[in-house]
Every structure is written in structure tokens, then in C-alpha cells.
């Protein structure tokens, strides 16, 4: 068995179809770092089950897809397909050859396909069990696989080691026997739960079917027996209610005559309490005319009061402000003398200030003078300094440049000659390598046309698949996904049939009842009769709440009949809604007046038949569907929380202000159901229809993609065959010309090189004799500016002296000037002050004398107004005794009238007693009437509610002979209610939940023994790989140290179980002691020594148990090229058993191939592969 054949599409940076054909021996795949040829690894891992994308160097599915380039468009999927050859039957599977393929799309989606049919991952990963190939095994070794042998992590460690055992394909099976025995264990502890529960539900039940069959025999007796009883007592109370309404029409008359009796009398005692009434307005009126005057007479003389007291503290005031005033005057005449002295301190002093001032100036002048003078000085002897000191850096420099330059002109001539002489050699070369360019070139050009005549036709002919599969492709894309589509939406139908079918969401008590049929005039659950907008549905549930449960009947017979059968078998309470009796109470759109905006009224957003308009509108009418919770608020304070308000998402606003919301759980989809049933089977019906089109233009595509990929498979052969030959002239050709390239850009380097030589040399001999002349005069100007400095600082010298002694008399008068300012200023605000006091005296005296004048004013106005006062009292004194006069007369008028009153009030009383006796003589008739209708109700509700029966019903089984025994018919009674709560639902529940307790009992019985086997089957999976794991390992350890030493050429390396008793799960120690070194720990090894030890111990698992076939990418990498030949011979060795593909870029492991594919990327972002035999294409080996 071998891997006979790669085929690649789409896949990474494959986008063209790719077929590699491996043979068996050692297959080398090269290409330049980029070119893709670690996509072919990454291709069979994924193809054999990889299911981590980072694993593929990528972050999701669509990654391992073809992305485009900006000559190529993106692919919707790739799809990598694997042949392996199982002519000697390795693989259980009748067939020579076995095709894995894989497939993923775009959109996440992802299939597997075995020999061209559909399969799971697992069947897979089955046909691959014990062989060491697949993603976990050891065929495919990447560098990553190196580190996972070498890790820290054991059961990274363990994979390999358990694969390489035998024991995976154990491993696995226990995995499954696991799976199955948990998944047992669950399915028994739920029938256990099923069983036990329909087991306590047995017994009981066949108590209650035999009591309920002995209870309709007893209760068929009865009621003969009761009923003729009920119509005997009805047919008594209709004779006596005759003569009772009798009686009552006479009491009725007396009555109607006593009303209009007291109606004349009352009559009476109204007119005279009209009269009473005005003569008590006009008291009232009067006893307030003669407290208003009271009020205003107290208030004049407070108001006299005030005056008086006003005038008393206007006088004080007077006598105050005058004292104030000549208190001010004499402060005013001592502050006037006081600034007169100071104004003339204030004269002396300025004039002494004015002839400093001027002293201090003439002095100040003739020092800045001197200063400005020895700034001038000193600033010319430092820029005499700087210019001596760049005199004698630029001498340096001068000095410098001139023993470089002769060193230069000497090195020039010498390198001259050398390079005349190297032009010469190189000349001769040029002409050799251009003749054989020559030669190269035609025969180039000659196989460059052939290829491009073909490939233009290969090109034609591979758009053309393109497109035919790309078209094929969508095709079967568009047939899957409808076919998925198609499964799920029966899912779903299925699904919301069923619930349909049995109720799905309801109690039980109306489950039961919608089930019986032989139930008159039950017309369904208010959630079954409307139809409700898929956007409403959440507010319609949430506002319905338990109406939904509801059930809608023709009248309260039917309701009451349905009552019944749910109370005789304890089934539970329904709500019954009788479309006879309940009206409708819609709010008028009217009597909304409000500003927030609403959706409507919740009774118009649904559909119904109108049959059930009233009770929607008794339910819904007055319920306002809005937006949200906010608007809702607003809505209901405006409205003044009358009405109930659901919002979209559910939460309710009841009337009176309470508000309902949070998570709502919808009740088994009542509302919604029927909406997604007509959904889903619209869908099915056109899904259907769409799929037989889209498989009658696959057919037709299929023939066209076969006859392309022949003529294509033909052109290929071509192509492939110039393209080895063109590969190999354009490496020779790219050769020769770098060389020629090479030779001439070396001769122009030499010639430019020569030509700087002569000009450097020139330049050198001119900047000599420059140099030497600037030196000289540099001389000159350091002596002249020596002789200045020493000039300039004698004059220095004499102008300090003279600046100094200047300035000693300047501080002495500037101190002086100090001192006389201060005194000076001091007197001047001693002016300012007293000033601005007087200015404030005279203000306040000026206010004084403006207030005095006011208060004497104001003294003689509040005297002329307590005469005013006084008078006005007097006439309101006068008004008051005339007002009391006229109460009194008024008082005894009112008297009289209330004893005529009272005369009246004695005979209405008289009247009243006579009627109340009447009216309680026609009450208690009345009540007799009630009692005697009341009583008739009760016989005709006892035939209905005990035997669904109206009168007229019992009536037809009316019998006038019968004798009714009164206590025989209670000694039936006594015996039905000795019987207890009867079921008679469970007759029927008895033998169907009987049915229910054998079928489990069988399916408990089956689980129980299918563990028993399970378990057994586990413990024997364990005991195999624990004495296969045994076995193989010890001899995968004698391997590891022979592989160790023929690949260190030397040294010991060791394999070992740390915990014997725990083979299965124990970890597995890795020493190593390369040659001429101690006993190490793996992590003290170099990298090269790491890498070499991990890939003996693969080898060592090769040796025990070969795989068919082993892919190594880059696992030699770290390798030195010493330990690569040593690797490169034992490949060779292995590859008898083993066919091994190494992704490489060593020169020693390609030596070593029979084979060589290369990878390159003629094209950007897009990998090509060649084909050639090594020892037909030993130059292509040069080249990569």
C-alpha cells in the first residue's frame, strides 16, 4: 500500500486543478522559500481530517481557499483528493483503490467523500485505524511534530507512541464502547425515571377503573330515581307561586294610593322652607353688614393710635440730628488749619528734591560714558583673541592636509598599474561566454514558440472548464444547500404539526378537552381562532396572557357540559368563554385623546372569524398596542391609566397605573404555529420544484466537463515535457548572461575607477602648493594682531580708574535722593486724607439739615389726619344702632314660619310610617316569590349539573306510576359517596398506560444487558492494549537505540515507561548521550542534537510498525550537513517498507530521492509543480 496519487484544487495557492503522482521509494519536493511546496504537506493533513486551521498556518476555513490575484479571481471552494493504492487489501475495503476527498466552501461548510461517496470524518478516521496514517498519526512529520515528541506535554508524547503500539485502533474502540455505555446509561436512567413513574401510576389506576365501572352502574339507577323526584317538586312550587303573585297585586295598590298622599304634603313643607330659607339669607346678610361696621370702626381708631405714636418719634429724631450737626462744624474748622501748615512743609520740600535730582543726572551721564567706553575696549581685544585662535587652528589644518596628500599621490600611482593589467584578463573572458550565449539562445527561442502554441490552446481549454465547473459547482452548491434547506424546513413542519396535533402549549384540563369530541359546541382555544402579524405576536401573547387558554362554546350548556366532564374525571379547570352570553367592549378610537402616538387597538391587529367579534372586543377591545415601554408611559398618563397598554416587546401598563415586564416565556408557540406550518410547506413545495431544475442542468454540465478534461489531460503531457526542457535552457541562458554582466560591469568599475585616479592625482599636486602659501600668510596676521592687544590693554587700564570714582559719588547722592522722596510723599498724603474727611464732614452735614426739614413737614400732615379720622368714627357708631334694630324684627318673622313647619311635619311622618308597613307587607311577598323561583331554579341546575339535562330532556322520561323510595334512593347515594373521587377517564388510561409499563419494561430489560456487554467489551479493549502497548514498546526502544547510534554515529539514547503500573496513561522519559558526551535531559541538548534525537525516535517507529507512506516537511532542517548524509542513507533504508515524500530544501536529503517534484510560482501567489527523475535532471538539482 502506498499513496499513489495528490490531486489539489483551489486549495492554498493551487487554484489550478494539480495532480501529483507519487511513486513508491523517497519523493523530494524542492521549490524556493514562498513558492508553496509546504501547501502540498498542509493539503494531505487536511484532507485526512485536520480540523485546526491555525495548524494550516491560517485563522479560519476560508484560509486553505485560493484568494485571488490581481490577474485571478478568488475561489468559492477548494477540494484536495488522496489515492491510495490497496491492491494487497491493507485497508479493509474491497477496493484496489481507496480516494479520499474533502471539500469546503466559503460559507463554512465542509464535506468528505470515500471512493466518491458521501461520508462523516469518522468514517475516515475508521479506515485509517492502526495503519499510522491520519492527522494524530505518524505519516505526516512536520518540524511541529518534532517539538511534540521532544515536549514537555506527555500526551502530545503519548499520540504518537499509542499509534505507533497498535493501540489507537484500541484506543478508539474503547472511546466508543465509552460513548455508548454513557449514552446507555442516560437512555436507562430516563426509562428508569418513565418506568418507575408509569408503574406508580398503574396501581392506582386499576383501583379507580374498577371503581369507576361499579360507579356508572350505581349512578344509571339514581337517576331514574332522582330525576322523576326533581320534576314532582318542580310541578309543586310552579301552583304555589300562583297564589303568592295574588296577594301581591292588592298590596301593590294600597301602596301607589299612600305615595300620592304624601306627595300633596310635601308639597307643603317645601313652600314653607323656601320661605324660612330667604328670611335666614336676609339675617345672615345683616349680621354680616353689622360686623363689617364694627371691623372698620375698630380699625379707624388703631389707625388714630399709629398717627399719634408717628408724630412723638418724628420729635426725637429732630432734637437728635441738631446736636449731630454742631459736632460736625467744629471737626471742619481744626482740619482747614491743620492743611494749611502741610502745604507749606510740602513747598520746601520740593524745591530740595528738584536740585538733587539734577546734581544726580550731570553725574550719571559722564559714567555711562566711561562704561560704554571700556565695553568698546574690551570687545575688541576678544574678537582680537578669536581671531588668533582660528589662526592657529586653520595652521594646523594646513599642516594636516599637506601630509595626507603626498601619502595619496604615492598609493595612486601603484593602484594605476594594477588595474591596466586586470581589464586585459577580463576582455578575453567576455568573448569566450558570448559565443556560447549564442549558441543557448536559438535553441531556446525554437522550444519557447512550441510552448506557447500550446499553452494558448491549454488555456482556451482551461477557461472553458473553468467556467463549466465553476457553473457545474454552483450547481451542486445551490442542489446541497436546497436539499438542506429542503430537510430542515421538513424538520420544522414536522415539528409544528405535531405540536399542533397534540396541543402543544396548553393545560391539561384543555388539552383533554379539545381531544374529546363527542364534546358538543366547543368551538377551540382562543389561541387557535386568531391569526396574528408575526410582529405582533409577542405583544398579542403577552396581552392575552391566560386568555389564551380560553375555550370559545355555542352557549353556558355547552361550557357547563365540558365542566362536567373535567370534574368527574379530575382533569382539571378550564375558563370557558360562551359566545351566547359575553359582548363585545371596545374602546372607541374617539375616546383616545392623547398626543403620543399609538399602533392600534389590539382587537383590529389581528384576523378572526367574525362569528367571534364579541368576545375578541371583550378581551382585546380595550387593550392599546405602542411602541415601547417609554411611549407608553406617556400614553397612559395621558389617557389617566384607563386602558391597558402592551407594548411590542411584551411588557404591559394595567389599568390603574401597574406595570408588567422582564423576560417573557412563550407558551409552546399557540399564536405562531399555524403561521409557520402555511410558511414552511410554501417553502417545501417550491424547494422541490427548484432542485429537479437545477439536477437536469448538472447532467448536461457533467458530459462537457468530461470531454474538456481529456483534450486538457493531452495538452498537459505536452506542456510538461517542453517546460523541463525550456527550464533547463533559461537556467543555462540566465547563467551566461549574469556571468557576461557580471565580467563588463567589472571592467567599467576598473575604468571609472582608473579615470578618479588621474584626477585625484592632479587635483592633489594644485592643493599642495596652495596649501604651503596660506600657511605663510597666516604667520603675518598672528603678530599684528598680537601687537594690538597689548595696546588696547593699557588704555583699559586708565578708564577703569576714572569709571570707579564716578560711580562712589553717584550711590552717596542716589541714597540721599531716597530719603528726601520719602519725607516728601508723606506729606502729600497726610494733605489727601484730611481733604477727603472734610469733603465727607460737609456731605453728612448737608444730609442732616434735608432730613430735619422733612420730619417738621411730615409732623403737621399726620395731625390734620387724626382730625379726619375722628369724624369718620363718629358717623360709623350712628349706622351700627340702626342695623340692630332691623335684625330683631326680622328674627321673630322667621320664628312664626318654623312653628307651620313643624304642624307639617307630624301628619308627613303619620303618612310615612303607613307606607314603610305596606311596603315591608309587599318585601316579604316578594321574598317569597324569590325563594319559591329560587328554589325551581335549583331542581332545573341539580337535572342539569348532575345529568346534563333541561327540564324539557326530563320531561321525556317523566313517569307518574313510579314509586320513589326516598330511602333507597339515599342508600344509593351513601353507596356512590362510600366509593370516594371517581375517575372515569380511567378505564380508558388503564389500558393504555398498561400498554405503555410492558413496551418499557422490555426496552429496561434490553438496555440492562447491552451494558453488561459494553463493559465487558471495555475491560477486554483495556487488558489488549495494555499487553499490545507492552510489546511494541519494547521493541520500539531496542529500535531507538540502535536508530541513535547509526544517525549520532555514536552514543546511547534510552526509551522509558515512568509508571509501569499505569501503562495506559503513564508518560515516557526521553534520554539521550550523544557521542563523547554524559547522560542528558532533553532540554539540555542543542538544537541540532534535539532535532536528530526526535527523528530517531520516528524512525524506530518506522522500523517496528511501517506506515504505507511518511511525509516529512523540513523535519532535517536543523541538521548539519554531516548528520544530513547520515540522515539521507537511513531514509533509504527505511523506504524498502515505507514510501517516504520529504518537503525539503537539503541538498543531501535530495540526493537521496528517486524522485524530485519542484514548486515554483511563475506567477504571483500562485505554485506550480514539475515532475522530473533525478537522474535525468542532475542540472535542475544545481539550480535549486
Not at 233 to 239: A, C, L, R, T
Not at 506 to 511: A, H, I, S, Y
Not at 828 to 853: A, H
Request: with cysteine.
Amino acid at each position: 500500500m502506498y499513496l499513489k496519487r495528490l490531486e489539489l484544487k483551489g486549495f492554498k495557492s493551487f487554484p489550478v486543478k494539480t495532480d501529483i503522482i507519487f511513486k513508491e521509494g523517497i519523493t523530494a519536493i524542492v521549490g524556493p522559500n514562498g513558492s508553496g511546496k509546504s501547501n502540498i504537506s498542509d493539503a494531505v493533513r487536511w484532507v485526512l481530517g485536520e480540523q485546526s486551521i491555525k495548524s494550516l498556518r491560517g485563522d479560519k476555513l476560508e484560509d486553505v481557499i485560493f484568494a485571488g490575484t490581481d490577474t485571478k479571481k478568488p475561489m468559492n471552494y477548494c477540494e484536495v483528493a488522496l489515492t491510495i493504492d490497496n491492491s494487497e487489501n491493507q485497508l479493509e475495503l474491497d477496493f484496489t483503490e481507496v480516494t479520499i476527498r474533502r471539500r469546503a466552501y466559503r460559507n463554512g461548510e465542509s464535506e468528505f467523500f470515500l471512493n466518491n461517496k458521501s461520508c462523516r470524518l469518522k468514517d475516515i478516521k475508521e479506515v485509517f485505524l492502526d495503519t499510522g496514517i491520519g492527522k494524530d498519526g505518524y505519516s505526516i512529520i512536520e518540524q511541529g511534530k518534532v517539538d511534540e515528541i521532544l515536549s514537555n506535554n506527555p500526551l502530545s508524547r503519548r499520540k504518537v507512541f499509542d499509534e505507533a503500539c497498535g493501540i489507537s485502533k484500541y484506543r478508539y474502540k474503547k472511546q466508543e464502547a465509552e460513548r455508548n455505555l454513557s449514552n446507555t446509561k442516560e437512555n436507562l436512567e430516563r426509562i428508569d425515571d418513565v418506568y418507575i413513574e408509569i408503574e406508580n401510576q398503574l396501581k392506582p389506576l386499576f383501583n379507580q377503573q374498577t371503581k369507576a365501572k361499579k360507579y356508572l352502574e350505581i349512578s344509571e339507577k339514581l337517576k331514574i330515581l332522582e330525576v322523576n323526584s326533581f320534576i314532582r317538586e318542580i310541578e309543586g312550587i310552579e301552583k304555589e307561586l300562583s297564589e303568592v303573585n295574588e296577594h301581591r297585586k292588592v298590596i301593590e295598590k294600597e301602596l301607589n294610593e299612600k305615595e300620592e298622599q304624601k306627595n300633596v304634603v310635601e308639597k307643603k313643607q317645601e313652600d314653607i322652607n323656601k320661605e324660612v330659607e330667604v328670611l335666614q339669607d336676609v339675617i345672615e346678610k345683616s349680621v354680616d353688614y353689622i360686623n363689617s361696621i364694627k371691623g372698620v370702626i375698630s380699625k379707624k381708631e388703631s389707625q388714630i393710635n399709629l398717627i399719634k405714636e408717628r408724630i412723638r418719634n418724628f420729635t426725637n429724631e429732630i432734637s437728635r440730628k441738631n446736636l449731630e450737626i454742631n459736632d460736625i462744624k467744629e471737626k471742619l474748622n481744626e482740619n482747614k488749619q491743620y492743611i494749611k501748615e502741610l502745604e507749606s512743609n510740602k513747598l520746601s520740600g520740593s524745591e530740595e528734591l528738584s536740585t538733587l535730582q539734577e546734581n544726580i543726572k550731570v553725574l550719571e551721564a559722564s559714567k555711562d560714558k566711561q562704561k560704554i567706553k571700556l565695553e568698546s575696549l574690551n570687545n575688541e581685544i576678544e574678537l582680537l583673541k578669536e581671531s588668533i585662535i582660528d589662526i592657529l587652528n586653520k595652521k594646523q589644518e594646513f599642516s594636516n592636509k599637506l601630509s595626507t596628500l603626498n601619502a595619496n599621490k604615492e598609493n595612486m600611482n601603484i593602484r594605476d598599474e594594477n588595474i591596466n593589467s586586470e581589464i586585459t584578463e577580463l576582455n578575453k573572458n567576455i568573448e569566450i561566454k558570448s559565443s556560447e550565449l549564442d549558441t543557448i539562445n536559438k535553441e531556446f527561442n525554437m522550444q519557447n514558440e512550441n510552448l506557447k502554441n500550446v499553452n494558448n490552446r491549454h488555456k482556451e481549454l482551461s477557461i472553458n472548464l473553468q467556467d463549466s465547473i465553476s457553473e457545474h459547482n454552483k450547481l451542486e452548491d445551490e442542489i446541497q444547500k436546497s436539499k438542506y434547506n429542503l430537510n430542515g424546513y421538513n424538520s420544522k413542519l414536522n415539528v409544528y404539526i405535531d405540536m399542533e396535533n397534540h396541543y402543544e402549549g396548553f393545560n391539561r384540563g384543555v388539552k383533554e378537552v379539545l381531544k374529546n369530541k363527542n364534546l358538543k359546541g366547543v368551538h377551540g382555544a382562543l389561541g387557535q381562532i386568531i391569526n396574528v402579524p408575526e410582529k405582533y405576536e409577542k405583544s398579542i401573547e403577552a396581552a392575552l396572557g391566560a386568555y389564551m387558554q380560553n375555550i370559545i362554546t355555542d352557549n353556558e350548556f355547552s361550557a357547563k357540559s365540558a365542566i362536567n366532564y373535567l370534574k368527574q374525571n379530575n382533569l382539571g379547570r378550564v375558563t370557558f368563554l360562551p359566545l351566547n352570553i359575553i359582548k363585545s367592549n371596545k374602546v372607541s378610537l374617539g375616546n383616545l385623546k392623547a398626543n403620543t402616538k399609538f399602533i392600534g387597538i389590539a382587537s383590529d391587529l389581528i384576523t378572526f372569524d367574525e362569528k367571534y367579534r364579541n368576545i375578541i372586543e371583550n378581551i382585546l377591545g380595550r387593550t392599546i398596542l405602542i411602541n415601547n415601554i417609554d411611549e407608553g408611559i406617556k400614553f397612559a398618563k395621558e389617557t389617566g391609566h384607563r386602558f391597558k397598554i402592551v407594548t411590542l416587546d411584551g411588557e404591559i401598563l394595567n389599568p390603574g397605573g401597574s406595570l408588567t415586564g422582564g423576560s417573557l416565556k412563550t407558551n409552546g408557540n399557540i399564536l405562531s404555529r399555524k403561521r409557520y406550518i402555511n410558511e414552511y410547506t410554501e417553502k417545501i413545495s417550491n424547494i422541490k420544484n427548484e432542485i429537479s431544475h437545477l439536477e437536469l442542468k448538472r447532467e448536461s454540465l457533467d458530459k462537457d466537463v468530461k470531454n474538456i478534461k481529456n483534450e486538457i489531460d493531452s495538452h498537459e503531457s505536452k506542456i510538461k515535457d517542453l517546460e523541463k526542457s525550456i527550464i533547463i535552457k533559461s537556467t543555462s541562458i540566465k547563467n551566461v548572461e549574469s556571468e557576461i554582466e557580471s565580467l563588463k560591469g567589472s571592467i567599467t568599475k576598473l575604468e571609472n575607477e582608473k579615470n578618479d585616479l588621474n584626477s585625484n592625482l592632479n587635483y592633489t599636486l594644485e592643493k599642495s602648493d596652495d596649501v604651503r602659501k596660506d600657511m605663510e600668510e597666516l604667520d603675518d596676521l598672528y603678530n599684528k594682531n598680537k601687537e594690538k592687544i597689548d595696546a588696547l590693554n593699557e588704555e583699559i587700564k586708565r578708564y577703569n580708574d576714572l569709571y570707579d570714582k564716578e560711580k562712589s559719588e553717584f550711590d552717596e547722592l542716589n541714597l540721599s535722593l531716597v530719603k528726601k522722596t520719602e519725607a516728601y510723599n508723606s506729606i502729600v498724603r497726610d494733605i489727601k486724607r484730611i481733604s477727603g474727611e472734610n469733603c465727607e464732614l460737609e456731605e453728612k452735614n448737608k444730609q442732616l439739615e434735608e432730613s430735619l426739614n422733612y420730619e417738621e413737614h411730615e409732623i403737621i400732615k399726620l395731625q390734620d389726619s387724626i382730625a379726619t379720622e375722628e369724624k369718620e368714627k363718629e358717623n360709623l357708631t350712628k349706622q351700627l344702632g340702626d342695623s340692630n334694630r332691623n335684625l330683631e324684627t326680622r328674627k321673630i318673622a322667621k320664628d312664626d314660619l318654623k312653628n307651620s313647619f313643624d304642624e307639617i311635619n307630624k301628619e308627613l311622618k303619620t303618612i310615612d310610617r303607613q307606607h314603610i308597613e305596606l311596603k315591608e307587607s309587599l318585601f316579604k311577598v316578594g321574598g317569597r316569590l324569590e325563594r319559591l323561583k329560587t328554589s325551581q331554579d335549583t331542581y332545573i341546575n341539580k337535572l342539569f349539573e348532575q345529568y346534563d339535562m333541561t327540564l324539557v330532556q326530563a320531561l321525556e322520561i317523566k313517569d307518574e306510576d313510579l314509586d320513589i323510595d326516598r330511602k333507597f334512593l339515599e342508600s344509593l347515594k351513601r353507596e356512590i359517596r362510600s366509593l370516594g373521587n371517581i375517575n372515569i377517564g380511567s378505564i380508558k388510561e388503564y389500558e393504555e398506560i398498561k400498554e405503555r409499563y410492558d413496551f418499557y419494561s422490555e426496552q429496561k430489560q434490553d438496555l440492562e444487558e447491552s451494558m453488561e456487554e459494553i463493559e465487558k467489551l471495555i475491560h477486554t479493549l483495556e487488558e489488549n492494549m495494555k499487553s499490545e502497548f507492552e510489546i511494541k514498546f519494547e521493541e520500539i526502544s531496542k529500535n531507538f537505540k540502535y536508530v541513535y547510534k547509526r544517525l549520532f554515529g555514536g552514543g546511547c539514547g534510552e526509551l522509558t515507561i515512568l509508571d509501569k503500573e499505569n501503562l495506559l496513561e503513564s508518560d515516557i522519559l526521553i534520554t539521550a548521550q550523544p557521542p563523547g558526551k554524559k547522560m542528558k535531559n532533553l532540554n539540555l541538548l542543542s538544537g541540532g542534537e534535539k532535532a536528530l534525537t526526535a527523528i530517531s525516535i520516528l524512525f524506530a517507529i518506522l522500523i517496528t510498525k511501517p506506515t504505507p507512506f511518511c511525509i516529512l516537511d523540513e523535519i532535517e532542517a536543523p541538521l548539519d550537513d554531516a548528520n544530513i548524509f547520515r540522515f539521507g542513507e537511513f531514509l533509504k533504508d527505511l523506504s524498502k517498507e515505507t514510501q517516504f515524500i520529504s518537503v525539503t530544501h537539503r541538498r543531501g536529503t535530495m540526493e537521496a530521492a528517486d524522485y524530485i517534484y519542484g514548486v515554483t510560482m511563475q506567477e504571483k501567489a500562485i505554485s506550480k509543480v514539475i515532475s522530473l527523475k533525478l537522474k535525468e535532471a542532475q542540472e535542475i538539482t544545481d539550480i535549486i
